[in-house]
């Protein structure tokens, strides 16, 4: 139980583009997923806490407005990285906590998305 | 300092030995523990979940925290090739923050054959 599933696992875009990253739950419901971003050889950095319904929590020194997050309902979020340029070239990991399991029950990670802006 | 501390490898040890990975970590208000497995490219992968002080076992992993030293530790017994990864350890507090985790920044293993 507990799948995360994120699409797509890689996307090559151009810069200045927009590309959108989508975050599922597949088999239970997730009022609050989390947006981190890894780079190479560094630990998990969380970037935002989406709320579904409401507005999305970021994290101090994330610019809420290049990193666009959408929880519309309580199996999908989505993380859009808006006008995109190469420093943006990361892999981004999505996590859930399983709504029924309450407050204290463990994050399941996506498979992440590595994007390379060129 | 970093809140939580954990050495980046890479360890490499042989088939069937006994891995011990760990983490210390500096703000005494964390309470919930768990080390996740990530491999190349891949998203992470919950291993071990553990509440306050004290050991817990599934299979080939024990975890094992210790509160008052502010040290957690993971051990793999009987490794094998399949193993090989990257572990994380993350933290959180009991309140506060939804369900925000800090992570170490992962040790690299790698089991040989």
């Known amino acids: 139980g507990a799948v995360v599933s994120q699409h797509p696992s890689r996307v090559i875009c151009k810069s200045g583009t927009s590309v959108k990253i989508e975050c599922r739950s597949l088999?239970?419901?997730?009022?609050?997923m989390f947006w981190y971003r890894q780079f190479p050889k560094q630990s998990l950095m969380l970037m935002a806490t989406s709320n579904e319904g409401s507005k999305a929590t970021y994290e101090q020194g994330v610019e809420k407005d290049k990193f666009l997050i959408n929880h519309a309902s309580l199996t999908l979020s989505t993380l859009t990285v808006t006008s995109a340029h190469p420093e943006d070239s990361s892999f981004y990991i999505c996590?859930?906590?399983?709504?029924?399991?309450?407050?204290?029950?463990?994050?399941?990670f996506g498979n992440g998305t590595r994007l390379t802006v060129t | 300092q970093k809140e939580v501390e954990q050495d980046p490898g890479p360890l490499s040890v042989p088939e069937g030995a006994i891995v011990s990975l760990n983490c210390t970590y500096s703000?005494?208000?964390?309470?919930?523990f768990m080390w996740y497995r990530q491999y190349s490219r891949k998203g992470p992968e919950l291993l071990m979940y553990t509440y306050s002080s004290g050991n817990k076992e599934d299979g080939r992993f024990t975890a094992q925290v210790d509160k008052s030293s502010k040290y957690i530790s993971l051990f793999i017994r009987d490794s094998q090739p399949s193993d090989s990864a990257t572990y994380l350890c993350?933290?959180?507090?009991?309140?506060?923050?939804?369900?925000?985790?800090?992570f170490g920044t992962g040790t690299q293993l790698k089991v040989e054959l």
């Open positions: 703000n005494s208000a964390f309470q919930y």
């Open positions: 088999d239970f419901q997730a009022t609050t």
């Open positions: 993350a933290m959180r507090k009991p309140t506060g923050g939804g369900n925000k985790l800090t």
């Open positions: 996590s859930a906590r399983d709504h029924e399991g309450g407050f204290n029950s463990p994050l399941h």
